[in-house]
Every structure is written in structure tokens, then in C-alpha cells.
């Protein structure tokens, strides 16, 4: 039983024989633009096409191709920001290296730096570093940082649906404002004139804190007093990925679960539109019973770690 089942784990039908050789065909002879060559070694990869002869991808890499599997995903990467900017037009990156400075990017992004580069100049003279240039252009627009001295940013809905379905009500948000709160549509919320610093916090908690830096720690200080106290039942948090912090440390310590987003969040603006997504990238960090319950609703948004009790 065990040789039967080693042997179909390896097996490929015809059909995939002739995808995986039609695929290489492309890689050995042709090289002829690294976007038909990531686009093969993705549908080689994520069609496990290389297991046959090979244990994993990183085996076929090395010993088909003497390729990293580093450079392998770099070139992948590169092709599929390329296939993404097709719907602009003709123009599209020449070589790895210039799609490469657009891989910082979201996908909409990605499409708008290109298409300030492809208006600004000739295509004979778009290079890497003028991309690179383009991309630190548009990341020098306004952006979330916990010390940016900016508090007003609110949280996308997906989010907050996610956090109702996991603690089944949000009693409180203690860092809102009348805007904010038509979409956590909180019982109680305290906007900047309250000041939630000086009010009871309990229940249910959902925060998405003031992100400056005189503020952030003392938001995240109080809402781990009142869960430690027994105040809050359930609380999750959105902050930046600020590791380097002794807030963000604070709350990952104290915490059961938490998730290091996989896309930077898009906040929405005081006047209710998607603004620029931060430099940083973002977590959700979840305080109560149900860690369980919470990685398998957030996993969708981004890897869960949870907190060794």
C-alpha cells in the first residue's frame, strides 16, 4: 500500500508532461523576455509540474535550471507585475530589473507608477533606477506612520466585519469619530474631544489607535490595564507593524493571536475616501478566549501567529 501510494504521489499525466515540456522549452531556449519565463516556472510551481523527478521546486530550480530559488521567485514576481500592467498599453517592463522596484507595491499602485514613468519619458530611456526613482516618489506622498502626528484614519470595513463575526459585537471603540463609527457602528464610541484616555473602557473593545507617537502608547497601555483588570472581555487591535516599539511590544506580549497583514492597509480619509496605503505594513492583534476563532477569520488577511499561553 505505502509503494502504491509513493508512486501516485509522484506521477504526472500526459497533459501536464507536455505543459512541463512546452514550460521549459520556453526557459531553455527561449529566455526571450523574463515575463513568458516567469510565467512558465509560476504555472511549473504552482501546478507542482517538476514533481515527477523532483522532491520541490527549489530541487528543480537548482538541478534543472542551476537557479536559486530566490531568483526563480524574483523573476516570477516580475512577470506577474508585467501581466499586471498590461490593460495600461504596449509599454511594459524590458527586464527584471524594472519591473523589480515596483514589486513594494499594491497592484493599483503598480499601475500608477508606471504609468507616470511611461508619460514622463521615452521608452528607449525607462531604466531601473528611474523606476526606482518613480516608486520613491509616490511613497513621499502622505502615508500612516505611528509617529506621523496624523490621528485621523479610519479603518477599511472588511476589517471590522471580520472582528464583529469573531467577537460578535463591538461595544466599544474608544479612539473614533462620528464618521469612523458608521462603519464599526459601535454601541459606545469616544471621538478626540472625549478623549478615551479619560473614560471607562470594557466589553467588547475594537481600536484603530491615534498614531502619534505621544499617543499610540498610552491607548495601548490603558487597553491592556482594563484587560488585565477583567474590563475587557475580548479586544482587536490595528496598529503598524512598528516591532521596533515598546507599545507594539507591550501589545504582542499581551495578546493570544496576532496577524502580520499581508497587504498594507488603504485607511479611508476624514472625508470618507481610500487614501494612500502607509509605508509600514500592519497587524491585528487579537486579546481574549478565542484565538482560534479569530486565525481562522483573519487568516485570509495575513499570516496568524498565536501567543504561547
Known sequence: MTEEIEQ???Q???SELAQLKAYESIIEHGLKTFTEVGSALMDIRDKRLYRADYETFEDYCRERWSMS??????IIEAASITTNL?????IIPRTESQARPLASLEPDEEREVWQRVITSVPETEITAARVQKAVDEYKQKPYVSYNSGNNEWYTPAEYIYAARDVMGSIDLDPASSELANKTVNADT???AEDDGLTKEWFGHVWMN???SSDLIGK???KLISHYQNGDIEEAIVLVNNATETNW???LLEKCLAVCFLKRRVKFIDTEGNPSGAPLQGQAILYFGNKPACFGERFKEFGVILYHDC
Open 8 to 10: 501516485t504521489k509522484y
Open 12 to 14: 504526472i499525466s500526459d
Open 69 to 74: 530559488r530566490f531568483y526563480a521567485h524574483r
Open 86 to 90: 498590461l490593460p495600461i498599453g504596449n
Open 189 to 191: 464610541y469616544y471621538t
Open 209 to 211: 489607535p491615534p498614531y
Open 219 to 221: 491607548f495601548a497601555d
Open 248 to 250: 507594539f511590544q507591550t
